[in-house]
T-cell receptor, first 115, second 111 residues
Framework: GAGVSQSPSNKVTEKGKDVELRCDPI?????LYWYRQSLGQGLEFLIY????????KSGLPSDRFSAERTGGSVSTLTIQRTQQEDSAVYLC?????????????FGSGTRLTVV | GEDVEQSLFLSVREGDSSVINCTYT??????LYWYKQEPGAGLQLLTY?????DMKQDQRLTVLLNKKDKHLSLRIADTQTGDSAIYFC???????????FGKGTKLSVKP
């Protein structure tokens, strides 16, 4: 596609439920990144994929968070047993490869609200 | 460790220049970036500078890099109301695949 597509754009869920967030990167982009943006906290790195593998999972806040990428394309971020502190905007970005000078292309994000 | 710091708010009048400042701690940065985020949108890359450069100009945007002081700035000339947004500074490190972002500076442009 022309840009990075994320779905849903908004998600309201009850505390304790599981949610899945989807990211469809730009075609041909091998690197894919998930960030979380909370009010006043800037962008918090969650996980990075090179192809289908995730060399760096250090940013995942707890074992309730997991992510996968299949076919070197679409990625899903799953949050199990959601908590109110998980409420944030989850941003996905992709790039042609790691260390690209022109950085990333970001999606518009999924706004997650846990009630 | 890596840390990127920015002031949180800046307010300017339309037509004035805006200068947004950023400091970072890791001297092994390869590239440094400025991203813009408008309300309800993702981040849009504005410009970037390679770490061995000290200045880059792109139309109304001027990026200055002081590598000794680990200080990066973004100057927007003739600031317009459409420039109102949050501006993020980010550094790319040789050792990591991801960019490290600051918390963002919210620029408000008054008519």
């Amino acid at each position: 596609g022309a840009g990075v597509s994320q779905s849903p754009s908004n998600k309201v869920t009850e505390k304790g439920k599981d949610v899945e967030l989807r990211c469809d990167p730009i075609s041909g982009h091998t690197a894919l990144y998930w960030y979380r943006q909370s009010l006043g906290q800037g962008l918090e790195f969650l996980i990075y994929f090179q192809g289908n593998s995730a060399p760096d999972k250090s940013g995942l806040p707890s074992d309730r968070f997991s992510a996968e990428r299949t076919g070197g394309s679409v990625s899903t971020l799953t949050i199990q047993r959601t908590q109110q502190e998980d409420s944030a905007v989850y941003l996905c970005a992709s790039s042609l490869e790691r260390d690209r000078a022109d950085g990333y292309t970001f999606g518009s994000g999924t706004r997650l609200t846990v009630v | 460790g890596e840390d990127v710091e920015q002031s949180l708010f800046l307010s300017v009048r339309e037509g004035d220049s805006s200068v947004i400042n950023c400091t970072y701690t890791d001297s092994s940065s390869t590239y440094l970036y400025w991203y813009k985020q408008e309300p309800g949108a993702g981040l849009q890359l504005l410009t970037y500078i390679f770490s061995n450069m000290d200045m880059k100009q792109d139309q109304r945007l001027t990026v200055l890099l002081n590598k000794k002081d680990k200080h990066l700035s973004l100057r927007i000339a003739d600031t317009q109301t459409g420039d109102s947004a949050i501006y993020f500074c980010a550094e790319g490190l040789r050792s990591q695949g991801n960019l490290i972002f600051g918390k963002g500076t919210k620029l408000s442009v008054k008519p």
